[in-house]
């Protein structure tokens, strides 16, 4: 039904910044909010940052400073800036939008990318 395509995790130095990209595809209606979520080896998943529909942010305390979450509605796009990498941000990261389907465009469902890496060296 809706399918969220990333892109732009790799390796990184420490110090070091990347962006990620998530761009969906589907029968959508409309997309409320969008975020990325990561995990670790041996943790839970935990938000990352979110972007409501309206434009209002959320982040993580970890990465308030240093990443940056922006979204094209046009183009049904989320990006993640990260900046001043760390190894404790190393994770697969995961792309999440609340979609209406155009089937149903009053009812809001979850979709999930498929992860990307992202690994960052000491």
């Known amino acids: 039904q809706v399918q969220l395509a990333e892109s732009g995790g790799g390796l990184v130095q420490a110090g070091g910044s990347l962006k990620l990209s998530c761009a969906a595809s589907?029968?959508?209606?409309?997309?409320?909010?969008m975020g990325w979520y990561r995990q670790a080896p041996g943790k839970q998943r935990e938000l990352v940052a979110r972007i409501i529909s309206s434009g209002r942010t959320d982040y993580e305390d970890s990465v308030k400073d240093r990443f940056t979450i922006s979204r094209d509605n046009a183009k049904m796009t989320v990006a993640l800036q990260m900046n001043s990498l760390k190894p404790e941000d190393t994770a697969v990261y995961y792309c999440?939008?609340?979609?209406?389907?155009?089937?149903?465009?009053?009812?809001?469902?979850?979709?999930w990318g498929q992860g990307t890496q992202v690994t960052v060296s000491s």
């Open positions: 589907g029968n959508i209606f409309s997309i409320n909010d």
């Open positions: 999440n939008m609340i979609v209406a389907l155009v089937t149903t465009p009053t009812i809001n469902r979850s979709f």
